[in-house]
């Protein structure tokens, strides 16, 4: 063990044994400052999930640089140190060895000078020559404008990186005449070009469109914009959080975003429409053009991370691992008032690896493999005949804190319903064919947070259709019947997914962690966040089913499902007694 790692795992070390001396073991939240109202969590939370990152209390959104730093992972986040709503906005820090568990340090940065007054909104990280990290965010100023600022670590070799100083030099980049200032926002993670000088895109919006501009610098603190955007789009509106990265052809590694491999595309993502979409295309560094390889919202092709609960995603690329990791934001889905209620907390995604598909069309995401080490009671079983009709309890796992990997086959295709060209768009079919709306081949899934007799259930499942002598598979995760509780938010979320059931499996994994549900079909193909609010199936009164609404028999080819551990996550700052929460 180097030197640096013993020290950051003595440091994690003491926050533990101090942690535990507090008695703050299990779900404890110590109320220890005088923050404003709605700080204080109920105790006995059902809603609290065990292995998902989640701040001390309070409420978080957008994660933001996240990155890599001398055998530390860092991960900063949107936060309100206040209150269990949006404001006040910060960068809140917590690192991690293993990107499973996670101490809390000292807010990176609070809005407290003229350039960011109105909230240290969101941004990413750059490692200068040198390794220097270096953070560019957005400021909220007066006027509701948005100008873009930098922070510094003050003390290098201090791998937590607990200080950030702003520069003198703030704000390095304002927007000009003619430009929609309250909308200006977001800068990536900068690239260098083969000229040398670092560039960084910024979201923005003109006559109500997204795009994101483009600034190039030779020494990160003059900035100057490209006459134009790198991409833009009359489709959406203002583009949130852009994000602009190289992926690997050969699919098997992440890329350093500097990266001019010859083998790569590039990926561009902006948030909008309370979603994460991407394009695909050919970056060329020497003029900065960007050709994409079909568009944002384009006829048949609507690329998204995630096709429910998933916003304002930021990728890294882990130097350690050699890997491209994404993180995104989880919200509540519903009310404010009950969201404070329930839980005043928001969480972020568990991490996923994301590389380039084999056809070259699509991303595909994956939890990071750190996962595997929560998982604890394993159930297991191969070549299991599903009758049409049926429902199969999975027993013997913890279903409400799990991680459950199921494949699917069926020797029935050739029976599996016509799909009428009209139905183009996949939300809309998995909303009229829920999973109580018997096909031919399909719907087939599972149940998770189900209640014993199944008044509760939230279904993740498929269907298979024929088209023109081939099939299409259709996944879709319904929260129709997720809560006894009226008046929540059930909405029915779906995507086409690339699979081909004559020569591979139907397989889905699904995290399920008491009122998150993340749900990867076809091996990260197509994805699907879920937040749920049960009555009845929490803790040990939820349970987990594998179920065939088919007229027709499916075989479960293999299914492993895991109880999961509890993430240790502890609180070490100045202000604060070190806590576990
Ligand atoms: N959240 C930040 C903004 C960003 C938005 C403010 C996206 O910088 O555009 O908290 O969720």
Redesign the pocket.
Known sequence: MTDLKLKVTMDLSVVLVVGSCFGLLGNGVQSDRDDEKLQSLPQDQPYRTGYHFQPPKNWM??PNGPMYYKGVYHLFY?YNPYAAV?GN?TWAHSISYDLVNWIHLDIALSPDDPFDIN?C???STTFLSGGKPIILY?GGVTMNRQVQNLAEPKNLSDPMLREWVKSSHNPVITHVDGMDSENF??PTTAWQGPDGLRRVLV?NEMNSHGRALLYRSRDFVTWTQSKEPVHSSTRTGMW??PDFYPVSIDGKNGVDTSSLDKFRKHVLKA?FNSSDHYVLGNYTAVTDNFSVDTDFLDNGSDLRYDYDNF??SKTFFDSAKKRRILWA?IQESDSTTDDVKKTGLVYSHFPRSILLSKTGKQLIQWPVEEIEKQRTVNVRFKNKELKGGSVLEISGITASQSDVEVSFNSSNLKEADLLDPSWVDPQLLCSQKTASVGGNIGPFGILVLASKDLTEQTSIFFRVFRSNEKYVVLMCSDQSRSSLEEGLKKTIYGAFIDIDPLNEMISLRSLIDHSIVESFGGEGRACITARVYPKLAIDNQAYLYAFNNSTFDVNISTLNAWSMKKAQIVSFTKRRKPHLN
């Open positions: 959104n957008d949107q949006w906005i909230g909104w969101s941004g957005t926002r977001d979201g949130e959080c948030s916003y304002a934001w």
